[in-house]
């Protein structure tokens, strides 16, 4: 509940899924690599697992529209 809360800030503030898709990435590759006591791979996997997972996501996203000034 608190990284999905987290998330949420963070597509407040970016506008933007691509940093929470990264933070989630990096979580799941963390507590994956400890679960499966990866030891010093766990970097690695964390990178490959963001990397990845960005990669996937990037060339299909787009900016959210800014709302207009005038109404």
């Keep these: 509940m608190v990284m999905g809360a987290a998330l949420c800030f963070v597509f407040w503030f970016t506008g933007s899924l691509l940093p929470c898709i990264g933070l989630h990435a990096f979580n799941n590759a963390l507590v994956m690599g400890i679960e499966a006591e990866?030891?010093?791979a766990v970097l690695l996997g964390i990178?490959?697992?963001?990397?990845?997972a960005i990669g996937l996501a990037l060339p299909v996203s787009r900016q959210r529209a800014r709302p207009s000034a005038a109404h």
């Design 38 to 40: 990866w030891g010093a």
């Design 47 to 52: 990178v490959a697992g963001v990397a990845l």
